[in-house]
């Protein structure tokens, strides 16, 4: 209810200022009107015809002629700014990390894959990738348990 008030308050509001708007731009025209025929007449009485007019006021007709197009090119170009329509952006679907498992250094064998293979792990450098995919498939400490050799 409270919403349904403020917004015909606001379209009141709107129409006044709308109607304001047309007032003013009935009263330019009446007096662009009125000055046009000023204008004629008295160019008329003095004999002097409508180009000599406008030749004699061709520097200051140009600017306002180049200032009007100006703002119709401005006009047109933030009307295409506004008509296009912005593209939603696709964000990057979100990765499932999966916890790494870290393997201790020491000697590795008895894989399945490689029963006899020996795999020294050093303190530092990369695990080969055979006992990381097994040590993650089985968990580390059935991987333990199983495989580790005691030196």
């Known amino acids: 209810m409270a919403n349904i008030k403020k917004e015909i308050e606001s379209l ?3 129409i006044a200022r ?5 007032e003013k731009a009935e009263q330019e025209n009446k007096a662009l009107d ?7 007449k008295i160019l008329k009485d003095n004999g002097v015809s409508f180009e000599a007019f406008v030749r004699f006021h061709y520097t200051r007709a140009s600017r306002v002629i180049h200032r009007i197009e100006g703002e119709a090119n401005e006009g047109a170009a933030t009307a295409k700014r506004v008509a296009k329509k912005r593209t ?4 990057r679907k979100p990765v499932n990390a999966k916890a790494t498992i870290k393997i201790p250094a ?3 064998g ?3 894959s490689n029963p006899k ?3 020294a792990v ?3 450098g990369p695990r080969p990738k055979a006992l990381k995919a097994y040590a993650e498939e089985v968990g580390l400490e059935a991987f333990l348990t199983q495989c580790r050799l005691e030196s």
């Open 12 to 14: 009141k509001a709107k």
């Open 18 to 22: 709308l109607e304001k708007e047309q």
């Open 34 to 40: 009125t000055a046009n025929g000023q204008i004629t």
């Open 88 to 91: 939603a952006r696709k964000g």
């Open 106 to 108: 020491g000697e590795y």
């Open 110 to 112: 008895n894989l399945p």
């Open 117 to 119: 293979q020996v795999f």
């Open 122 to 124: 050093k303190e530092k």
